[in-house]
């Protein structure tokens, strides 16, 4: 939406001074909205021009008043266009206070969680995952489209957020991604996240999220079964790229690693502990220690792979995107046509690996590297005799049911 900005000079006659004089005053519009200044100046009635907004004549007292006039025309238009080119919103209010030296900066939601991401964008690779700043980049887009059709502006104060907006921004979310049960619980949460960030800048005064009640959905989670794990094992597939993608998925079914941390293990990580092969890692998502021991079959995965160069990654994945893309290609080949993504074998380990054999809600927790009680449903410590007193008893029953 284009701004309509303008400056207009008039005499206040209802309010003469004791001189016959009456003061002249300023008024500042922009898009409809108005606020009035004096310019403390002070003309004869009838020595002003209303169509001009201006002293008539040329005589010295017009000069200098209308040179007075012009300079503070120029000075609130460059108020005007600093604010603009800060903030992009811009109310009469904030030129007044700025051009009288009052506190004009006023951070505006959309152009903070703008900055928000510009920095977090500067540390993925770093401490901050790409997925993530993918969530924060759908949720400010998403925000940008809700103020310009909510509000018919490009942004807005945080004084002006209220629990109304953020009831409306909730309904515009679930409305514009339907398909997806938590879509809206997970992008709000990112939200309440900004506002909080927000809030530690005293930019924002009121928890808005207090008593705001947030609540997702159960989903079940997608996985392979035995047979779906056998048949995808009896693939051969002959491009060099499929091989890599579907071992690492075996990989992945078989130790519950995700898909960035196959990506990012090296022979570094490959640890012999009591004749056993274990793999030590950090989680790139939460930061956990992860000890997973190899089984029959991601010991053979990882032999085909493995090198001498021990900090150079083991696979040499592609993106999650095309790994995901190769798999809509091989799955069906065996049997399985329902969408499957590289996630999926994360799943798969917790369930039809794990937990279906009879390994504990407890271990699978420590296994999978969770730290929230939420993510499990059941918290409990784990001990490293027990982690692999479990290991050795589901070793034995995977080495009866899988070969390769």
């Known amino acids: 939406m284009r701004n309509t900005f303008k400056v207009l000079f008039y005499i206040k006659k209802n309010a003469p001074l004791r001189n016959g004089y009456v003061p002249v005053m300023g008024r500042i519009t922009i898009n409809g909205q108005r606020t009035q200044f004096s310019t403390r100046l002070s003309v004869t009635p009838l020595s002003w021009d209303t169509a001009q907004g201006r002293v008539a004549g040329r005589s010295s007292m017009a000069v200098r008043i209308n040179e007075q006039l012009a300079n503070i025309r120029f000075h609130i238009e460059r108020c005007y266009n600093t604010l603009f080119y800060e903030q992009a919103f811009v109310t009469p209010v904030m030129v007044k206070e700025m051009y009288f030296g009052g506190n004009h900066k006023q ?110 959905e159960f989903v079940a989670r997608d996985y392979l079964t035995e047979t779906e794990i ?45 004749g056993q092969l274990w793999i030590g890692t950090t989680r790139r998502k939460t930061g956990s220690e992860v000890y997973v021991r190899l089984f029959a079959v991601p010991n053979a995965i990882l032999s085909r792979y493995l090198t001498d160069a021990a900090d150079e990654p083991i696979f040499a994945l592609p993106s999650n995107g095309w790994c995901n893309a190769c ?27 794990t937990l279906s054999q009879g390994v504990a809600i407890e271990t ?31 070793s034995r029953q995977l080495d009866a049911c899988y070969r390769l």
């Open 107 to 216: 951070e505006t939601v959309v152009a903070f969680f703008k900055q928000h991401n510009d920095e977090f964008r500067r540390m993925v690779g770093v401490s901050r995952s790409k997925s993530s700043y993918y969530k924060y980049r759908s949720v400010y887009r998403l925000l940008a489209a809700y103020v310009r059709e909510r509000c018919r502006r490009a942004d807005i104060p945080f004084r002006e957020l209220d629990k109304r907006f953020l009831a409306g921004f909730h309904q515009y979310i679930a409305r514009e991604s339907p398909h997806k049960k938590n879509t809206a619980w997970v992008y709000m949460i990112a939200f309440k996240h900004i506002l909080m960030l927000a809030r530690s800048r005293d930019l924002l005064s009121a928890d808005l999220f207090a008593g705001y009640r947030l609540r997702s």
């Open 230 to 274: 056998r048949r995808l094992m009896l693939l051969a597939p002959t491009d060099r790229t499929q091989r890599l993608v579907l071992d690492a998925f075996l990989f992945s079914c078989f130790t519950g690693l995700s898909y960035i941390d196959i990506r990012q293990l090296k022979p570094a990580n490959i640890r012999y502990t009591q």
């Open 327 to 353: 798999l809509r290609r091989l799955l069906p080949e065996a049997g399985i046509v329902r969408p499957i993504t590289f996630h999926v074998a994360r799943h798969t380990f917790a369930t039809t690996i």
């Open 364 to 394: 699978i927790s420590k296994l999978l590297g969770h730290r929230n009680i939420r993510t499990t449903q059941i918290y409990a410590a784990v001990t490293h005799a027990k982690l692999e007193g479990d290991m050795e008893r589901l």
